[in-house]
T-cell receptor, first 116, second 108 residues
């Protein structure tokens, strides 16, 4: 596609519910990142894939968070047993070249998750 | 200590003013540097890369001081459309770290 696509755009979940957020990166982009952005804050790193390999998941806040990219393209971020503190915008970004010094991130529109 | 520190502002400036934002980073091995712009309820978008030699794009000038681990963005002749949050971004080779962003409002 022309850009990074995320769905759903908005998600309202009841506390304790599981949610799945989808990211469809730009075709051919090797690197894929997930970020969490709380209101008034900058994006905080969650996890990073290079093709299908999850190279860094150090930013995932708890074992309720799980991400996958099984075929090296579409990625899903899953949050189990959602809590109110999970409410945030979840941003996906992709880039063409892995590990290059001029690597640039292109973002999707994000999924705004509200946990009631 | 956060990887990237920015003054959150807000900066409220009149049209036509010059405004400067600063950012410091903690990892001396950081490889590349960027300024992103984020409008309200929108995703961050790349504004410009930042090079050691300094670079300019129209009214925008970015500079990097590796010795001081300091990045700056200068906006000249501010327009109403420049109102946004400006995010300082540092790539350490493994991760991209974002500052909290600096809020700019340009007032008519």
């Amino acid at each position: 596609g022309a850009g990074v696509s995320q769905s759903p755009r908005y998600k309202v979940a009841k506390r304790g519910q599981d949610v799945a957020l989808r990211c469809d990166p730009i075709s051919g982009h090797v690197s894929l990142f997930w970020y969490q952005q709380a209101l008034g804050q900058g994006p905080e790193f969650l996890t990073y894939f290079q093709n299908e390999a999850q190279l860094d998941k150090s930013g995932l806040p708890s074992d309720r968070f799980f991400a996958e990219r099984p075929e090296g393209s579409v990625s899903t971020l899953k949050i189990q047993r959602t809590q109110q503190e999970d409410s945030a915008v979840y941003l996906c970004a992709s880039s063409l070249v892995a590990g290059a010094t001029n690597e640039k991130l292109l973002f999707g529109s994000g999924t705004q998750l509200s946990v009631l | 200590r956060k990887e990237v520190e920015q003054d959150p502002g807000p900066f409220n400036v009149p049209e036509g003013a010059t405004v400067a934002f600063n950012c410091t980073y903690s990892n001396s091995a950081s490889q590349s540097f960027f300024w992103y712009r984020q409008d309200c309820r929108k995703e961050p978008k790349l504004l410009m890369s930042v090079y050691s030699s300094g670079n300019e794009d129209g009214r925008f000038t970015a500079q990097l001081n590796r010795a001081s681990q300091y990045i700056s963005l200068l906006i000249r002749d501010s327009k109403l459309s420049d109102s946004a949050t400006y995010l300082c971004v540092v790539n350490t080779g493994n991760q991209f770290y974002f500052g909290t962003g600096t809020s700019l409002t340009v007032i008519p």
